[in-house]
């Protein structure tokens, strides 16, 4: 029998992560998704600030499709007060994943000062920190955005500095890659950063590791980018509190590129692009039939005038607060959306009825339309109608805004399931 490899999700949302690698249901039956390998999600949360019941919905979608208490409904630092007073338990995991937002991630005390970090209130990178202090589990897999790398721009990188630093002082070796979605076959343009660790691990080298045995090199093969082909090599060091006092300081650039590995405190990144060659999934793939779509999906010709101002292109001259005058520049977005490519970015804003730049519009049998939420669902590939039991249509387009793809987790848990199985030969994807 497979070894199980057991899995804890943080800011699960709708379950994009558990989706992609402990996949879902039966062949043939509705919402069927194939697992990545022998994962098994045994712990989960979920939680939307400020509390109101009515902003859990995503939590509710959770537990719709994958059981009543599957997901625990609370906030994060809260539930780990109680893990520690011993009024809530995690059971074991091997895994902890989680797509985490991206705040200011900077420590308040020196290691010297105190026992451990201490982190602001409320920033999510220190729940997760926290859990790993308390259960140290083999493997780790988070999603960003990519601004992580860069951020904050008073001292470019810091915040992804002090999550590494953090991720050394405890024991793990990481790897890091922005992956575009659509450069490996999927239906959507969504560029973020997917963090990889393990602890108490043997990588070998930097460079091999990075390009050609890591995990994520494996799921989503690089090669050095033509553009800009410098390596940087650095160490880092086990103090965060240093981190937050002088990383980055005068730096117009993050010393961190869209890929690296850091093994025992050592860290190479590189400029890469991405190597594929296999079949391209398209917007137009995922368009229900005219028929589907509710009527207040089409857009009204009183409001077509609206829409081309804001998705065209703009060089005004506008007036600030303060009576300051400066010319607001934008290029164009396309309008309608071209459905033989992959969509662009979905955002939280995708739902309602008003002219947006941002969100997506198609033409069909003539006419132009928003999209629907079971094409967004499918963009994230979710099975189609994976949010819609209990759901208005605008919390739908939030959750998926909010959603990663389930593809890119998926083709990350093989290669990890196949090395935890002893299975050296994993090919690439």
Same mark, same amino acid.
């Given at each position: 029998?497979?070894?199980?490899?057991?899995?804890?999700e943080?800011?699960a949302?709708?379950?994009g992560?558990?989706? @992609?690698?402990?996949?879902?249901?039966?062949?043939?039956?509705?919402?069927?998704?194939?697992p990545a390998?022998?994962?098994?999600?045994?712990?989960?949360?979920?939680?939307?600030?400020?509390?109101?019941?009515?902003?859990?919905?995503?939590?509710r979608? +959770?537990e719709? %499709? #994958?059981g009543?208490?599957s997901?625990?409904?609370?906030?994060?630092?809260?539930?780990?007060?109680?893990?520690?007073a011993?009024?809530?338990t995690?059971?074991?995991?091997?895994?902890?994943?989680?797509?985490?937002?991206?705040? !200011?991630y900077?420590?308040?005390?020196?290691l010297?000062?105190?026992?451990?970090?201490?982190?602001?209130?409320?920033?999510?990178?220190?729940?997760i920190?926290?859990? /790993?202090?308390?259960?140290?589990p083999?493997?780790?897999?988070?999603?960003?955005?990519?601004r992580?790398?860069?951020?904050?721009?008073?001292? %470019?990188g810091?915040?992804?500095?002090?999550i590494?630093c953090?991720?050394?002082?405890?024991? +793990?070796?990481?790897?890091?890659?922005?992956v575009?979605?659509a !450069?490996?076959?999927?239906? *959507?343009?969504?560029?973020?950063?997917?963090?990889?660790?393990?602890? =108490?691990?043997?990588? @070998?080298? &930097?460079?091999?590791?990075?390009f050609?045995?890591?995990?994520?090199?494996?799921?989503?093969?690089?090669q050095?980018? $033509?553009?800009?082909?410098?390596?940087?090599?650095?160490?880092?060091?086990?103090?965060?509190?240093?981190?937050? *006092?002088?990383?980055?300081?005068g730096?117009?650039?993050?010393?961190?590129?869209?890929a690296?590995?850091?093994? =025992?405190?050592?860290?190479?990144?590189?400029r890469?692009?991405?190597? +594929?060659?296999?079949?391209q999934?398209?917007?137009g $793939?995922?368009?229900v039939?005219?028929?589907?779509?509710p009527p *207040?999906?089409?857009?009204? !010709?009183?409001?077509?005038?609206?829409?081309? +101002?804001?998705?065209?292109?703009?060089?005004?001259?506008?007036?600030?607060?303060?009576?300051?005058?400066y010319?607001?520049?934008?290029?164009p977005?396309a309008?309608?959306d071209?459905?033989?490519?992959?969509? %662009?970015?979905?955002?939280?804003?995708?739902?309602?009825?008003?002219?947006?730049?941002?969100?997506?519009?198609?033409?069909q049998?003539?006419?132009?339309?928003?999209l629907?939420?079971?094409?967004? !669902?499918q &963009?994230q590939? #979710?099975?189609?109608?994976?949010?819609?039991?209990?759901?208005?249509?605008?919390?739908?387009? #939030?959750?998926?805004g909010?959603?990663?793809?389930t593809d890119?987790?998926?083709?990350?848990?093989?290669?990890?399931?196949?090395?935890d /199985?002893?299975? %050296?030969?994993?090919?690439?994807?």
């Amino acid at each position: 029998m497979s070894k199980t490899i057991k899995v804890a999700e943080l800011f699960a949302g709708v379950g994009g992560f558990r989706l @992609g690698l402990d996949g879902y249901g039966k062949p043939g039956e509705e919402f069927y998704k194939e697992p990545a390998g022998p994962f098994m999600t045994v712990w989960a949360n979920q939680w939307e600030p400020m509390g109101q019941e009515s902003k859990q919905f995503a939590w509710r979608c +959770y537990e719709k %499709r #994958f059981g009543e208490g599957s997901c625990v409904n609370e906030d994060i630092a809260k539930a780990l007060d109680k893990v520690d007073a011993g009024e809530m338990t995690i059971p074991d995991f091997d895994m902890l994943v989680g797509g985490f937002p991206c705040q !200011d991630y900077s420590v308040a005390k020196p290691l010297a000062l105190s026992a451990g970090i201490e982190g602001h209130k409320g920033v999510l990178w220190w729940s997760i920190n926290r859990l /790993l202090e308390m259960r140290q589990p083999k493997y780790v897999l988070l999603e960003n955005v990519d601004r992580l790398l860069k951020s904050p721009a008073s001292q %470019r990188g810091r915040d992804f500095a002090i999550i590494l630093c953090c991720l050394n002082r405890l024991g +793990y070796n990481v790897e890091w890659h922005v992956v575009n979605a659509a !450069d490996y076959g999927m239906p *959507q343009r969504r560029r973020r950063v997917y963090i990889y660790a393990e602890y =108490n691990s043997d990588w @070998g080298e &930097l460079d091999s590791r990075l390009f050609e045995n890591g995990v994520l090199a494996r799921a989503f093969p690089i090669q050095i980018s $033509e553009r800009n082909r410098a390596h940087r090599y650095f160490e880092i060091g086990a103090d965060p509190y240093e981190i937050t *006092q002088t990383f980055g300081k005068g730096d117009k650039v993050s010393v961190f590129a869209n890929a690296g590995v850091m093994i =025992n405190g050592e860290i190479l990144t590189a400029r890469v692009d991405s190597v +594929y060659s296999g079949p391209q999934r398209t917007l137009g $793939e995922v368009l229900v039939p005219s028929s589907e779509v509710p009527p *207040q999906y089409w857009i009204d !010709d009183t409001k077509m005038e609206s829409w081309r +101002y804001l998705k065209g292109g703009k060089k005004e001259l506008r007036t600030a607060s303060n009576g300051f005058q400066y010319t607001y520049s934008e290029g164009p977005v396309a309008f309608p959306d071209n459905p033989e490519l992959p969509s %662009r970015t979905i955002l939280t804003g995708e739902g309602g009825a008003g002219a947006s730049r941002t969100k997506h519009v198609v033409e069909q049998d003539g006419r132009l339309r928003r999209l629907v939420p079971d094409e967004l !669902d499918q &963009l994230q590939m #979710f099975p189609k109608g994976w949010t819609a039991d209990g759901m208005t249509d605008g919390h739908r387009a #939030f959750c998926m805004g909010n959603a990663l793809v389930t593809d890119i987790p998926h083709r990350i848990g093989k290669v990890i399931a196949a090395d935890d /199985l002893g299975i %050296r030969d994993c090919p690439k994807q």
